[in-house]
C-alpha cells in the first residue's frame, strides 16, 4: 500500500510501500477515504511531541471503511463506514481507566504518534476506538470531526455552562466547536492572530458576535476562554479578559512556555486549566450532537501525495478550516 512516511523529525514526508497492515484478533482494517491532517502532526514533525514510534505513519482523523476483521472483533461487520480518533488504545485497569478517565491513562497509546495512523491506503484500528459516522456526512466532510471536533467539544465541556465565550485560534477545532457553542446558545468572540482579517470575517461567518487580533480586550468580559493557538503567551491575555470566576482551557497537546504573569489576574477564582486527549463517551456525545446542531466543516483537500504541502499550509495559517488528505 502507498502511504506517506515519517522517517526522522525535521524531515519531509517520504512517499513509501508498506506492505497491508495485519489486524489484531480486536483490529480492524480499514481502507482510507480521508484523513484530516491536525496541527498535532506538526508536532510531531517538528519533534515538539518528543514519542513517536519511527518510521510512522501520521494522522488521526481517519474516515474509511472496514475491509476486515480480527478474530475477535465483534462490533463491526465488513463494509461499515468509521471514524478513528488520536486516542488508539488504553489498557483499562490502571486508576484512570477505572475512573472513567480513560484520557489520561498510563499506557495510552495515539494514533499516527505509536500507532501508524491514516496518511495510507489502508490502516489498522482497535474497535474499541472506531465510532460510526452519520451518513449525513461525507468522508471529507467527516474527518476533521474525528479530533477538531472532539478536543474542541472537549475544552467547550470544560468551559461549564460559561454564556460568554472567547475562542483564541480560529482554526480548525475553533471553527467546529463555534458552531456546537451557537447551538447551545452561548455568544461567541474570536480571536485571531493579529491583522488576519480573514480569519476574522470567517469567525462572523459562523456566529461569532466580535473577532479582533488576539492582542485585543473584548468588547466585555468573557465567562471562559478556549485557547486553541499553541501560543503560551495567549494564556495570560485570556486570563485578562475573563471575569471573576471564569475558567481559562488550554485545548492543544503542545504550548509553547507560558509566560510569568502578575497573580491578580488568576486571583479571584480563574482556573487555569487543559484537556488532554479524549475518551470514548466525548466521542460518542459530539459524533451524536454535530448533525443535531447542524455542523459543517470548510475543508481543503489534498491527494495523499501531497501531505508535506498540507501540513506546510497549516504551518503558515493559509488554511481556513481543516486540510484533508484523500487516497
Not at 489484531?24 to 519533534?47: E, M, N, S, Y
Not at 470531526?145 to 480560529?170: H, N, S
Amino acid at each position: 500500500m502507498h502511504a506517506e512516511l515519517l522517517t526522522a523529525a525535521g524531515q519531509p514526508l517520504v512517499a513509501t510501500e508498506l506492505p497491508t497492515p495485519l489486524p489484531g484478533p480486536q483490529q480492524v482494517l480499514i481502507r482510507v477515504h480521508a484523513c484530516a491532517v491536525c496541527r498535532t502532526d506538526l508536532h510531531v514533525v517538528d519533534g515538539e511531541l518528543a514519542d513517536p514510534k519511527l518510521p510512522l505513519v501520521l494522522g488521526h482523523e481517519i474516515i474509511g471503511t472496514i475491509v476486515e476483521r480480527g478474530a475477535d472483533v465483534d462490533r463491526f461487520t465488513i463494509g461499515d463506514r468509521v471514524g478513528v480518533p488520536w486516542l488508539g488504545w488504553t489498557c483499562g485497569v490502571c486508576e484512570y481507566c477505572r475512573s472513567g478517565r480513560e484520557n489520561l491513562c498510563d499506557r495510552a497509546r495515539f494514533t499516527g504518534y505509536q500507532i501508524d495512523g491514516g496518511y495510507a491506503e489502508l490502516t489498522a484500528a482497535d474497535q474499541r476506538y472506531c465510532f460510526a459516522i452519520d451518513p449525513a456526512y461525507s468522508d471529507i466532510e467527516a474527518a476533521p470531526l474525528m479530533c477538531a471536533g472532539l478536543i474542541g467539544y472537549r475544552t467547550l465541556r470544560m468551559a461549564g455552562d460559561a454564556r460568554v465565550i472567547g475562542i483564541y485560534g480560529f482554526g480548525a477545532a475553533a471553527h467546529i466547536v463555534a458552531q456546537v457553542a451557537r447551538h447551545q446558545g452561548r455568544r461567541i468572540f474570536a480571536f485571531t492572530r493579529p491583522g488576519d482579517l480573514m480569519a476574522q470575517d470567517f469567525a462572523r461567518g459562523l456566529g461569532a458576535e466580535w473577532a479582533g487580533d488576539s492582542t485585543a480586550m473584548p468588547p466585555e468580559p468573557l465567562d471562559a476562554a478556549l485557547i486553541f493557538a499553541p501560543v503560551g503567551g495567549l494564556a495570560p491575555a485570556a486570563l485578562a479578559a475573563t471575569k471573576k470566576g471564569g475558567t481559562v482551557v488550554c485545548g492543544g497537546i503542545h504550548m509553547s512556555d507560558i509566560p510569568s504573569f502578575p497573580y491578580s489576574i488568576l486571583w479571584e477564582e480563574r482556573v487555569l486549566r487543559s484537556v488532554a486527549n479524549l475518551t470514548r463517551r466525548d466521542a460518542e456525545e459530539f459524533l451524536a450532537l454535530a448533525p443535531q446542531a447542524g455542523v459543517k466543516t470548510e475543508t481543503v483537500t489534498y491527494p495523499l501525495a501531497r501531505a508535506n504541502d498540507a501540513l506546510a499550509d497549516l504551518r503558515h495559517g493559509a488554511l481556513q478550516g481543516a486540510a484533508v488528505l484523500v487516497p
